[in-house]
């Protein structure tokens, strides 16, 4: 008795998956129509939101662009940039920096007679 009762659970089981399966078939190929619309539905709400987007940038740019920007002097983000920047003059150096007299330096010619250093490193 038992075995009958699981044959007819088993045909009652196949029974229900193939008609599951007929329903599912049948929804997949309703779903595969409305995909191209619904694609064509959401391409247009991302330009939508593209074109808000952009909208919003250029209007925050412009804002940007009239704020007036102060001369904040930044702090340098470690201890020896700072040490640096104080060292360091962001200023050029004035023109009257340095010694004005032009001192002639005497040029010596090269003495060619001791080759005896230039041969040994030749050889």
């Known amino acids: 008795m038992a075995s009958i009762m699981l044959e007819y659970l088993y045909a009652l089981s196949l029974l229900s ?4 399966l007929f329903y599912l078939t049948k929804s997949c190929f309703t779903f595969k129509g409305e995909i191209p619309h619904q694609g064509e539905e959401i391409t247009n709400r991302i330009e939508k939101v593209h074109g808000v987007l952009d909208e919003l940038t250029d209007i ?3 804002f940007a662009q009239s704020l007036p920007i ?8 470690n201890p020896l940039m700072a040490i640096l920047n104080t060292l360091i003059s962001p200023t050029p150096s004035p023109l009257g920096h340095g010694n004005k007299t032009q ?3 005497t040029l010596h010619e090269i ?4 080759t005896t250093q230039t041969e040994t490193i030749n050889q």
């Open 60 to 62: 925050i740019n412009e």
């Open 103 to 105: 001192e002639e330096w």
């Open 17 to 20: 998956i193939t008609i599951t």
């Open 111 to 114: 003495d060619e007679t001791n």
């Open 70 to 77: 102060p001369d904040i002097a930044q702090t340098p983000s």
